[in-house]
């Protein structure tokens, strides 16, 4: 039978961080909320990123929320590029 944990707070050990996940973390199911600072290191693959300011190296999404303003590396059209793409594509 699964068990149920029911806290307000998790720290680790000595109550000075946070815990660590050697093993990882799987969330079945629902959103996870992070209210502050997501820091990742590796590489984010998520079917849906809904963020205000993201600083990112590789992301993989399948929709993408957000200014993005702080996302770089990008592909960067000039404007006969652009109009060439518009014409090929109609």
């Known amino acids: 039978m699964p ?9 680790n050990l000595e109550g ?3 815990p ?5 973390v ?13 820091n990742l290191t590796g590489v984010m ?6 963020a205000t300011n993201m600083t990112a190296g590789i992301v993989t999404a399948t929709t993408f ?5 702080g996302l770089g590396g990008l592909p960067v059209l ?3 590029k652009a109009i060439a793409f518009a014409i090929i594509q109609s």
């Open 3 to 11: 068990s149920q944990i029911r806290v307000d707070e998790i720290t």
């Open 65 to 69: 929320e957000g200014d993005a303003s």
């Open 20 to 24: 660590q996940f050697p093993f990882g």
């Open 78 to 80: 000039g404007e006969s």
């Open 16 to 18: 000075s961080a946070g």
């Open 45 to 50: 693959t998520a079917g849906h990123v809904s």
């Open 26 to 38: 799987t969330i079945p199911s629902g959103n996870l909320v992070i209210n502050g600072d997501l």
